[in-house]
C-alpha cells in the first residue's frame, strides 16, 4: 500500500481485493447465523481469515459485514446491533491491514424485495443501508463497497445512503450478473456501469458470477464508462454436490479469467464464492507479472 489515498491508487494501477470470507469462516467453525456475530465474539479468528489475504497479495481487504445491514442482522437475532458488529469489523479489518492494505466497508442486499418487485420502500432502504455505512465511516475506512446486488432498485438507495453517511469516502459498486449478460432483475452491464457512475460511484463493477459473459459484461462496461473498473468472480460457475452448492475452479483456472478481464479493461481484481487465499495468489500472478500481459 502506497501513502497516497485509495481513489488515487485505484486510478494508477492494479488493485487486487481479497477473495470470500463467509465460506473461509464457516471453515473455520462460524455458523452461517452467526458469521457477521463473529467480529464481536471471534475477531482474532476474522483478523487471521483477513490476513491470510493480506499475506497472499491483496491490497484491498472487505470488512466481514456482507449480511450486516439491520434486515440480515435481524434474521439471526442481532437486528439491533449493526454499529456494534460495522465498528467491529471494522477495527478487526484495520488491524488485519496493518498498514499494508487499504480497508473496504462492504455492504450488502438486504434480502428484501425492492419497491415494485416487493415491499421495500426507496426511503426505508437508504436508511437501512445508511445506518450500517455511518458506523463503518466512524470507525474509519477507505473505500465502502456495495456490492451483490441484482436490482438497481435496491442499489440506487445504497448508493444514496452512501452518499449521505460517507460523503468523504469513496464509493464502489458491483453488480451480480447472475444471468449471464444481465442480473436476474433484467440490468445489463452498460445500463449498470452508466447509472452508477451517473450517481457518484467512483469505481464500479461486477461480482459474484463468472466465465465468458462476465468478460462481456465488464467489456459493456468498460465501453460505457471511464471509471476504473472492478471485477470479482466466483471460483468457477456453481455446481450442485451432494445436495451442495459449490464453486471449484481452481487457482489456475480462476486467474486465465482475470487476464481476460484484464484485456477488456478491469484494473481492480478480487474473488467471491469459492474463492480463496490461493486464488488471490493465482490473481496477483496472473494481473501483476508481465508474463500476465
Ligand atoms: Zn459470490
Same mark, same amino acid.
Given at each position: 500500500m502506497s501513502d497516497e489515498g485509495f481513489l488515487a491508487a485505484s486510478r494508477s494501477g492494479i488493485l487486487l481485493l481479497d477473495g470470500a470470507m463467509g465460506t473461509q469462516l464457516m471453515a473455520a467453525g462460524a455458523s452461517e447465523r452467526d458469521r457477521m456475530e463473529w467480529n464481536v465474539s471471534h475477531p482474532d479468528v476474522v483478523e487471521r481469515l483477513l490476513r491470510e489475504y493480506v499475506d497472499a497479495g491483496s491490497d484491498v481487504i472487505e470488512t466481514n459485514?456482507? !449480511? !450486516?445491514t439491520r434486515q440480515q442482522l435481524a434474521r439471526c437475532g442481532?437486528?439491533?446491533?449493526v454499529a456494534e458488529i460495522a465498528e467491529a469489523a471494522t477495527r478487526v479489518a484495520r488491524r488485519a491491514a496493518d498498514g499494508k492494505a487499504f480497508v473496504a466497508a462492504c455492504v450488502g442486499p438486504t434480502g428484501e424485495l425492492p419497491e415494485p418487485y416487493g415491499d421495500l420502500k426507496p426511503e426505508a432502504a437508504v436508511g437501512i443501508f445508511a445506518e450500517q455505512i455511518e458506523a463503518h465511516a466512524a470507525a474509519g475506512v477507505d473505500l465502502v463497497l456495495l456490492e451483490t446486488f441484482i436490482a438497481l432498485e435496491e442499489l440506487e438507495p445504497a448508493v444514496s445512503a452512501a452518499k449521505r453517511a460517507a460523503p468523504d469516502v469513496p464509493l464502489a459498486a458491483t453488480m451480480s450478473f447472475d444471468r449471464g449478460a444481465h442480473t436476474s432483475f433484467g440490468v445489463d452491464g452498460e445500463t449498470a456501469a452508466s447509472r452508477l457512475v451517473e450517481l457518484g460511484c467512483n469505481i464500479v463493477g461486477a461480482n459474484c458470477a463468472y466465465g465468458d459473459e462476465l468478460v462481456s459484461v465488464m467489456a459493456a462496461m468498460r465501453a460505457a464508462v471511464d471509471v476504473p473498473l472492478l471485477c470479482q468472480p466466483n471460483a468457477g460457475l456453481p455446481q450442485l454436490v451432494d445436495g451442495e452448492t459449490v464453486f471449484a475452479a481452481q487457482p489456475g483456472e480462476f486467474a486465465e479469467l482475470a487476464k481476460r478481464l484484464k484485456d477488456v479493461g478491469v484494473t481492480l481484481f478480487g474473488g467471491c464464492c469459492g474463492t480463496t487465499p490461493a486464488h488471490i495468489r493465482a490473481l496477483a500472478q496472473a494481473v501483476r507479472t508481465p508474463s500476465g500481459r
Open positions: 459485514t456482507f !449480511a !450486516a442481532h437486528g439491533d446491533r
